[in-house]
């Protein structure tokens, strides 16, 4: 096996370090209660991988929350904020995958989190100088499902996107990833599961970050 096949590595951040696209759905919601507006059946999973000012506008126009974008996603980062202040679910065995990758390869994130929200979940986890490089989507042109999120995180690494491995949970982050080039890995999430075309744009679907080893990582980009 070729030791260089991988270069970098690059995790998403809701769903896969942290349990929040539940908190994300539940707060968004509460604000369309609050305003006793209809939550559309499709919005949940439409806003997956959005950025922040592609979620805001459809919270705006399509849910029909009062305010313009700008003051949507204010009061939506507000609220996470606080929620995350109060507890930040972990998913099991993010913090041991982070470290075990770290100390064979360097590490992006890839979020559709917007800066804030990704400075405050990696310091409150101490990953914060394991990430060579992190990327919030509302810094690119468009959020996933578009590659842009991840082609930046490897502009950052210094590294081609096709020797490098992401881990995703959704069917826009699997999308995502995967439309850059990279090896993506899935780790879904139960309330949320990857649709069956994104599943098939997969190298590899593991139960749990813990499955994550070096070896997986190393076999996946070796492949020829």
Known sequence: MNESAVSAV???????????????????QALAAQEDVPWPEQATHAMMGMSTPEWSQYMATTVGVGGDAAAVAERTIDEMAARYHQHLPTLPGAVAAVERLSQRWPLGLASSSPRRLIDAVLAELGLAERFAATVSTEEVAAGK?????????????????????????????????????????????DAFPPAADALALTAAVVRSLDEVTTELVERLVARP
């Not at 930046?152 to 990833?177: F, T």
Request: net charge negative; glycine share 8%.
């Open 10 to 28: 690059v995790f998403d951040m809701d769903g896969v370090l942290t349990d929040t696209e539940t908190i994300w759905d539940e707060v968004r």
């Open 145 to 189: 499902p578009s590659p842009d999120g991840y082609v930046r995180a490897c502009e950052l690494l210094g590294v081609d996107p096709s020797r490098a491995v992401a881990i995703e949970d959704s069917s826009n982050g699997i999308r995502s990833a995967a439309a850059a080039g990279m090896k993506v890995i899935a780790v879904p999430h």
